[in-house]
């Protein structure tokens, strides 16, 4: 079955600091992977996204890599902001159509940005 | 737009009792799923849908049942609450196009606590 493997948290930084939450997956075939966040009291927002191998997908200076011969997908900011405070979760989903799309998500990882 | 919407947004149940909660989306996907988050455990799925009038079950359906008799809302009941059940409950929808790349939109979450 499909599984995803986060970093563990917490992870307390300082402002302007660099951000590196690890996320490895498994799955049958080249899934599209994503990240999402989810600031306090509300739900989960897409991030950014990757559908294939050697993918780079970036939105609000995060970005994340589709590694295929690492089966991962790692999630780094170069200098994160008080903001950014939230719960990151990495997730994959499988490409064929009769899966219906289904999300397998990470364990989530809570970031804490100090000013 | 609303995008995904969810009622109620907090709710305390005793142990025993039933309730309904109702999802909302005005995007005319066809995909629609609930997600339970626990602490430490990223979101699970119970119960999603492909299409109005079809149901299936997820990762963890048992105490839980669904309906989608209208295209734009899926319904999530609890019969009999457990302790157990307390949650935090997302509700999500997607196209189903096989050119999308399969992310979901997600819903504000309803807070269920049973006693």
């Known amino acids: 079955g499909n599984s995803v493997t986060q970093m563990e948290g917490p992870v307390t930084l300082s402002e302007e600091a660099f951000l590196t939450i690890n996320c490895t997956y498994t799955?049958?075939?080249?899934?599209?992977l994503f990240w999402y966040v989810q600031y306090p009291g509300e739900g989960l927002q897409l991030l950014l996204k990757?559908?294939?191998?050697?993918d780079k997908g970036s939105n609000k200076g995060f970005e994340a890599t589709y590694r295929k011969e690492t089966t991962s997908f790692h999630l780094e900011k170069g200098s994160v902001q008080v903001s950014d405070s939230a719960v990151y979760f990495c997730?994959?989903?499988?490409?064929?159509?009769?899966?219906?799309?289904?999300?397998?998500f990470g364990s989530g990882t809570q970031l804490t940005v100090l000013p | 737009n609303a995008g995904v919407t969810q009622t109620p947004k907090f709710r305390v149940l005793k142990t025993g009792q039933s309730m309904t909660l109702l999802c909302a989306q005005d995007m005319n996907h066809e995909y629609m799923y609930w997600y339970r988050q626990d602490p430490g455990m990223g979101l699970r799925l119970i119960h999603y849908s492909v299409g109005e009038g079809t149901t299936a079950k997820g990762e963890v359906p048992d105490g839980y049942n669904v309906s989608r008799l209208k295209k734009q809302n899926f319904l999530l009941g609890l019969e009999s609450a457990a302790p157990s059940q307390t949650s935090v409950y997302f509700c999500a929808s997607s196209y189903s196009r096989t050119d999308y790349d399969g992310w979901q939109y997600f819903g504000p979450g309803t807070r269920l606590t049973v006693t």
């Open positions: 997730a994959l989903t499988p490409i064929s159509s009769g899966s219906a799309r289904q999300l397998t």
């Open positions: 799955a049958t075939g080249y899934p599209s």
């Open positions: 990757a559908t294939k191998a050697d």
